[in-house]
């Protein structure tokens, strides 16, 4: 399973991005839908989960009130509205595919992960 995202790249502090990652409907329209991210030398957190049918969603305090996660299961597609982008932003943005249909902010709960699409905020 293939989970192509697109989206990242430079921006100033304070700059926004849209992260849009593809799945395909007989792969995710069950399924909840998360955004990770690694920063360099860090370990891999989570950002935000959307459930199967987007009425539940998540983010990290991090993130929270900045961001916001949304699918359109018809189009096959999950997005990441990134606002008032911080240095500590920057990152390799993961799109992830869980395993059930539940949002979860916890890595072990998702089976299927996308190579990662880089955002660099510059201060």
């Known amino acids: 399973v293939q989970l192509p995202a697109s989206g990242g790249g430079l921006v100033q502090a304070g700059g926004s991005l849209r992260l849009s990652c593809t799945c395909s409907?007989?792969?995710?329209?069950?399924?909840?839908m998360g955004w990770f991210r690694q920063a360099p030398g860090l370990e891999r957190e989570f950002v935000a989960a959307?459930?199967?049918?987007?009425?539940?969603?998540y983010y990290a305090d991090s993130v929270e009130g900045r961001s916001t996660i949304a699918r359109d299961n018809a189009k096959g597609t999950v997005t990441l509205q990134m606002n008032s982008l911080k240095p500590e932003d920057t990152a390799v943005y993961y799109c992830?595919?869980?395993?059930?249909?539940?949002?979860?902010?916890?890595?072990?709960?998702?089976?299927?992960w996308g190579k990662g699409t880089l955002v660099t905020v510059s201060s």
């Open positions: 992830a595919a869980a395993r059930g249909s539940f949002a979860s902010s916890q890595q072990r709960d998702y089976n299927y």
């Open positions: 409907r007989r792969t995710c329209s069950n399924n909840a």
């Open positions: 959307i459930s199967w049918r987007g009425q539940n969603t």
